[in-house]
């Protein structure tokens, strides 16, 4: 980490780590989240999974986006994957929301990230901490199994469109976070958070 950033306070990394909303509204003053970006936020502290059920375009997918960056940061080491039912959700929605937000964190932060193609590293650790994009396809559940790290989350966009297979995969013997972004799968009070 550079000494930029290192002189941030780490009182300042403390009120990030379990509120995402203080660190959308502290690296994004410019786009503030909207009141149920807020809502969502407020409920990952105290739910491992999370999901998003909503109409179109009001800022599912850059909320996912915000949640990579928002867990990278605050998190050492972390691995976060990301899944999609096809690879145009995946790279040019979530993917391109990624470098969306990440071009627009103040340069200090910004630097310790790099965004490519698949993945989205950890500039010091990038061997172990990194975000990975994968296509949820039935005929490789595997796609996101496989990740270990202390600090593990599943993104799942468009989540209606994934195989369960593609879910138990990713869960089975993890301590994780999940977030999805979930049109019109029904709810599952035992598993999920719906609002
Ligand atoms: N809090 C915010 N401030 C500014 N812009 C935002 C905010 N949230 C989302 N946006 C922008 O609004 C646009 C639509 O957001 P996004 O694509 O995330 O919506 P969506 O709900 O995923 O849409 P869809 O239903 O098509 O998947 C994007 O350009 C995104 O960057
Ligand atoms: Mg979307």
Known sequence: MTAAVRK????????????PDQFDRDIWPEA????WQTEASGLIASHP????????GVGKTAW?????????????????GCTAPSSSTLFDALWSELAKWHSKMPEALKAQFEWKSERFEWRASPAVSY????TARRETPEALAGLHSENMLYIIDEAPGVDEVI????????????????????PDPQQRVFF
Not at 49 to 56: D, K, L, N, Y
Not at 64 to 77: Q, S, V
């Open 64 to 80: 996912l986006a915000r949640r990579i960056i928002w867990w990278g940061m605050t998190r050492h080491p972390w691995k976060i």
């Open 49 to 56: 999974r999370v999901a998003i059920r909503s109409g179109h």
């Open 8 to 19: 941030l306070s780490e009182d300042i990394f403390e009120q990030w780590y379990d509120n």
């Open 131 to 134: 975000a990975v994009a994968k």
């Open 32 to 35: 503030l989240p909207e009141k």
């Open 167 to 186: 879910f138990e995969t990713s869960a089975r013997g993890h301590e994780y976070g999940w977030l999805e972004n979930d049109h019109d799968r029904q």
